[in-house]
């Protein structure tokens, strides 16, 4: 079975300063996996995935995420954030042969003038 | 496209009422889940469709939820009765199978008093 941990509950950051959200997963098998972010009272949306290939992916809003297979990471980083980044971003696993997607705890980003 | 379609929106209902949540996935999408998403228990996958056929309902918490999805274009997820402990946002999600990853709509928030 797969499992995903967002190591960071919330992170706080100033405007126009860098910001790296946490990864882990582990699976038995090839997995694809995502990231989507939640603005208030607002469902899921997709901002990337990452499903072969190239493992930098990028993604909408600047966004992007670096698959590490040996490290079973898919951190997000964006290298300038701005106050309308102010969500919450969920890291998500799915295995290559299956449906159900797995979704982390969630991280909080704060985004501070 | 109108992307995933909700209703109501609100819910606010008495213990023991029956609750009905509907959703309209987005036209062509294949598959269809509803979630569940709490602060305690995070995003939970409760039912998962395919081609209008229930695949995986280990989700559904107990025999007062049920799931159903007439056609193509529409579901509906209904808690008969309801409980205090099944307040949460509720969240319909559709994709396509060659398309990995999930639209979700702008969940239906209840409260049940």
């Known amino acids: 079975a797969q499992s995903v941990t967002q190591l960071d509950s919330q992170v706080p950051v100033f405007e126009e300063a860098p910001v790296e959200l946490r990864c882990n997963y582990s699976s038995s098998v090839s997995v694809y996996l995502f990231w989507y972010v939640q603005y208030p009272n607002q469902g899921l949306q997709l901002l990337l995935k990452y499903l072969s290939g190239s493992t930098l992916v990028k993604g909408i809003n600047g966004f992007e995420a670096e698959f590490n297979k040996s490290q079973t990471s898919f951190h997000l980083r964006k290298p300038s954030v701005h106050i309308s980044d102010t969500a919450e971003y969920f890291c998500?696993?799915?295995?290559?042969?299956?449906?159900?997607?797995?979704f982390g705890a969630g991280t909080r980003l704060f985004v501070k003038a | 496209d109108a992307g995933v379609i909700q209703s109501p929106r609100h819910e606010v209902t008495e213990m023991g009422q029956e609750v009905t949540l509907r959703c309209k996935p987005i036209s062509g999408h294949n598959s269809l889940f509803w979630y569940r998403q709490t602060m305690m228990r995070g995003l939970e996958l409760l039912i998962y469709?395919?081609?209008?056929?229930?695949?995986?309902d280990s989700g559904m918490p107990e025999d007062r939820f049920s799931a159903k999805m007439p056609n193509a274009s529409f579901s509906t997820l209904k808690i008969q009765p309801s409980e205090p402990r099944d307040s949460a946002v509720y969240f319909c999600?559709?994709?396509?199978?060659?398309?990995?990853?999930?639209?979700f709509g702008p969940g239906t928030r209840l409260t049940v008093t």
């Open positions: 999600a559709s994709s396509l199978d060659r398309v990995y990853e999930q639209y």
């Open positions: 469709f395919n081609n209008n056929v229930p695949i995986d």
């Open positions: 998500a696993v799915r295995d290559t042969g299956g449906f159900k997607t797995i």
